[in-house]
């Protein structure tokens, strides 16, 4: 499973604007793919580097204006340390050609 580590300057970030947000405004104002993109302190471009996409459509796909691919939606949760989606993705993935 990949691992994050989030830095003292991010978690102090992240923690100030959750003081003085509710969770549901949190939830309102950032999408939740960025939001779980961002809390290990993952840039737009890593990530989709990471997971094999542009950048650009991975930005798209966060403000809910493409869709993922079964393959790319299965690769994302890896990137994202999301072991478990991962793992039940993974019967849909498209088997390789020969």
Known sequence: MIQFALTRSH???MIGAMQNQSADQ???SVPPLRA???APGL???ETARRACITPSHLS???R???QLSVDALARLPKVLGLGELSKLLAPYREEPRS
């Open 60 to 62: 798209r796909v966060e």
């Open 43 to 45: 840039s737009v471009r």
């Open 26 to 28: 949190l939830t309102r």
């Open 36 to 38: 779980v993109r961002v």
């Open 64 to 66: 809910g204006e493409r």
């Open 11 to 13: 978690c102090s970030g």
